[in-house]
């Protein structure tokens, strides 16, 4: 079992649209997640982050966590054509020698159509 | 500022030659690490330094590969008698602290191993 998963899409949405991007994680002992954005041929770049039960807005993005349900979720309103990348679901190791060690999830496909 | 540079950008190489490639991380930053994306796959996470430190090199694939740092800044990637299935982008980033905090990344070296 991957320890982090995540619905590889692709996923359309029209242009306008609200995206909903979902990511599940197995380690409890997970503390921060993060979601990165990385265009075809680039390098990933970091949308946000989030540790805390609940929602964390920045702009157009949403970001969801709910430690009990072990889901973390980013959502992208008003989207745009720019947003077509893959999205990339991160969870950081909580201790050990893996402290600081990110585990990717397989990344998600979005395509926003005009 | 500077962020994180990789060289080179591209290297090709034939089957059993040895390659390196360099992670010169952003200034300050204590924290490097090293990744793994074939093609259409998510960031395999290879290695990460602390300082000078790797506590934690139970990513690397085989012992054909291995990587140092010194000063607390440059990172060297080094593979041994390469394979093909070596063939992917290997990606660096670093954070100013190891944990909670923001890994950046640098663009990446392509490998291709023919």
């Known amino acids: 079992q991957k320890e982090v998963e995540q619905n590889s899409g692709p996923l359309s949405v029209p242009e306008g649209a609200i995206a909903s991007l979902n990511c599940t994680y197995s380690?409890?002992?997970?503390?921060?997640f993060f979601w990165y954005r990385q265009y075809s041929g680039k390098s990933p770049e970091l949308i946000m982050f989030?540790?805390?039960?609940g929602d964390k807005e920045d702009g157009r993005f949403t970001a969801q966590l709910n430690k009990a349900s072990q889901y973390v979720s980013l959502l992208i309103r008003d989207s745009q054509p720019s947003d077509s990348a893959t999205y990339l679901c991160?969870?950081?190791?909580?201790?050990?020698?893996?402290?600081?060690?990110?585990?990717f999830g397989q990344g998600t496909i979005l395509t926003v159509h005009p | 500022g500077a962020g994180v540079s990789q060289s080179p950008s591209n290297k090709v190489t034939e089957k059993g030659k040895d390659v390196e490639l360099r992670c010169d991380p952003i200034?300050?930053?204590?924290?490097l690490y090293w990744y793994r994306q074939s093609l259409g796959q998510g960031l395999e996470f290879l290695i990460y330094?602390?300082?000078?430190?790797?506590?934690?090199k139970s990513g690397l694939p085989s012992d054909r590969f291995s990587a140092e740092r010194t000063g607390g800044s440059v990172s060297t990637l080094t593979i041994q008698r390469t394979q093909q299935e070596d063939s992917a982008v290997y990606l660096c980033?670093?954070?100013?602290?190891?944990?909670?905090?923001?890994?950046?990344f640098g663009p990446g070296t392509r490998l291709t191993v023919l």
């Open positions: 980033a670093s954070s100013p602290t190891l944990g909670l905090a923001t890994q950046y």
């Open positions: 380690d409890r002992g997970s503390q921060s």
């Open positions: 989030i540790y805390s039960n």
């Open positions: 991160a969870a950081l190791n909580a201790g050990g020698t893996s402290y600081g060690k990110l585990t």
């Open positions: 200034s300050g930053h204590t924290a």
């Open positions: 330094f602390q300082g000078n430190s790797a506590p934690d």
